[in-house]
């Protein structure tokens, strides 16, 4: 096969998979960060404890992270046909990837949460903020970085099942290497495939760490700040107003030692 015969080929396959990857990565954040947030909260010692629901979605979550994706894709196809019309094809990948790293996303959420220093989840609780406030003021700003590195983590753990969604009829690289490279034996396109698979990997990889330490940077800064902040408290006035350990201020002059 020619350059040219095989150039379309890799545009509209790899198209594909940036078209699997994108969606069921967004999915996955929009249901996985909710997932991630009800499991710290309602464990225990959390701001909702409620054990018997925290069992619930774990086990939710354990349950969808044991198939294997390849099982998972075909025991699904009747629910993909349903929901989107059809089974195969990168549209009908999308729904097994998203099933498949919602609870896997959702896993490292929680991870990141318990990240968060506990102290300032009590300091926003002492000072009156509600489960709202904690959660969006307290426990993701701080846990950004490591929710980034979450979703770079699910990304390239995507790109690699829509490789194998490929196989089955999922379309993308992994159909792309399969039908030409495995069953046609054309080994420079199977070659040019594994190698387009890896740049994007390296190149999410690095993405990620680059906005992973940028976060992170700023992060230390607002977290000390924040830290001060709680420190400080202000000084106790006295039954006039003034401060504690200001003297008190007289008209009359102090008499001199030995006058």
Do not use: C
């Not at 629910?79 to 998203?98: C, H, K």
């Not at 970085?145 to 690699?160: K, S």
């Not at 006039?240 to 008190?248: D, F, K, R, Y």
């Amino acid at each position: 096969m020619t350059w040219s015969q095989m150039q379309p080929l890799l545009y509209n396959n790899t198209l594909d998979t940036l078209f699997m990857v994108w969606w069921s990565t967004f999915y996955a954040v929009l249901f996985g960060v909710p997932l991630g947030v009800l499991l710290i909260l309602t464990d225990r010692g959390g701001i909702l404890q409620n054990v018997v629901v925290n069992k619930i979605i774990g086990a939710v979550v354990n349950i969808g992270r044991s198939f294997p994706f390849l099982i998972l894709m075909v025991a699904l196809i009747p629910f993909t046909r349903l929901l989107v019309g059809v089974s195969i094809g990168p549209t009908g990948a999308v729904v097994p990837l998203v099933i498949a790293a919602i609870p896997f996303f959702a896993r490292l959420v929680e991870a990141a949460l318990r990240e968060v220093d506990h102290g300032l989840v009590e300091a926003a609780q002492s000072m009156g903020g509600g489960t709202w406030t904690i959660v969006f003021k307290v426990l993701l700003p701080q846990a950004l970085p490591a929710l980034v590195a979450a979703v770079t983590t699910t990304v390239i753990t995507l790109i690699g099942y829509s490789a194998i969604a490929g196989a089955v009829g999922g379309g993308g690289l992994g159909n792309l290497a399969y039908t030409y490279g495995y069953l046609q034996y054309e080994t420079n396109l199977m070659v040019i495939t594994i190698v387009l698979l890896i740049v994007l990997v390296i190149a999410v990889q690095l993405l990620g760490d680059l906005i992973v330490r940028r976060l992170a940077r700023r992060g230390s800064r607002g977290s000390s700040a924040v830290r001060v902040g709680l420190r400080k408290a202000p000084a106790p006035a006295t039954a006039a107003g003034e401060p504690a350990g200001t003297a008190p201020a007289t008209d009359a002059p102090q008499e001199r030692v030995g006058a």
